[in-house]
């Protein structure tokens, strides 16, 4: 079964700081991952989609790395704002349908 | 562009009552569709994901159910709620023949509070 861990749980950063999001999953034979956005009581907002054949992907000031054979992602963000606060959200696809498994999440807070 | 809603947006209802929660997607055809559930403290649980009309896979077993009575609409319903029935219910659609490798959209969510 796959289980996808996030770390850390929470970040608070000074703003304009870079910072990087940590994300772990034990089955390596996956079609894609995916980063999120969740606003407080928001749904989901996709940011980045990496094939598995893919290394990394970025969008901005956003870049995201995807390490498959050793079941690690991580997502880079530069010079960090306060809008940027936000709960990060990783997440696989292993199956037919593109069923995701998800990480619990990193809730980043960038301060002024 | 397509689109993705849900309502009602926030709902309190009492133990034992029943449950409707409507997800419809605009701007697309034949839709992956799939419901969430996000309990406080938790992470995303995928419930249920339908391919086609009619057809509605499960993931966990629960007290709650899905239909998909036309294409681009999924409904996810209980005949009894349970106080662990709360939580934060959210929509998602996926395109694609197959549906693998694609970007899954997210709905606004529905709040549940079952008191």
């Known amino acids: 079964k796959q289980e996808v861990t996030q770390i850390p749980a929470a970040l608070s950063v000074p703003e304009g700081e870079n910072l990087v999001l940590n994300c772990s999953f034990t089955d390596s034979a996956i079609y894609n991952l995916q980063w999120f956005r969740q606003d407080p009581g928001k749904g989901l907002t996709s940011l980045l989609l990496?094939?598995?054949?893919?290394r990394e992907q970025t969008s901005g000031r956003l870049n995201a790395s995807l390490d498959k054979s050793s079941g690690r992602s991580t997502l880079y963000i530069a010079a960090s704002q306060p809008g940027d606060s936000a709960t990060y959200l990783c997440a696989v696809n292993t199956g037919t349908a593109s069923k995701l498994t998800f990480g619990t999440g990193t809730r980043l807070q960038v301060t002024l | 562009s397509q689109t993705i809603h849900q309502w009602p947006a926030t709902l309190v209802q009492p133990v034992g009552s029943p449950l409707s929660l409507e997800c419809t997607v605009e701007?697309?055809?034949?839709?992956?569709l799939y419901w969430y559930r996000q309990a406080a403290g938790r992470g995303l649980q995928l419930l249920f994901y339908?391919?086609?009309?009619g057809q509605i896979s499960s993931e966990v077993p629960q007290n709650l159910s899905a239909s998909r009575p036309q294409d681009r609409q999924f409904i996810l319903s209980s005949k009894k709620l349970l106080l662990s029935d709360s939580g934060f219910y959210l929509c998602?659609?996926?395109?694609?023949?197959w549906g693998l490798g694609e970007t899954q959209y997210f709905g606004p969510g529905t709040r549940l509070l079952v008191l």
């Open positions: 990496i094939q598995s054949s893919q």
């Open positions: 339908s391919v086609g009309i």
């Open positions: 701007g697309t055809s034949n839709p992956n």
């Open positions: 998602a659609w996926s395109g694609g023949v």
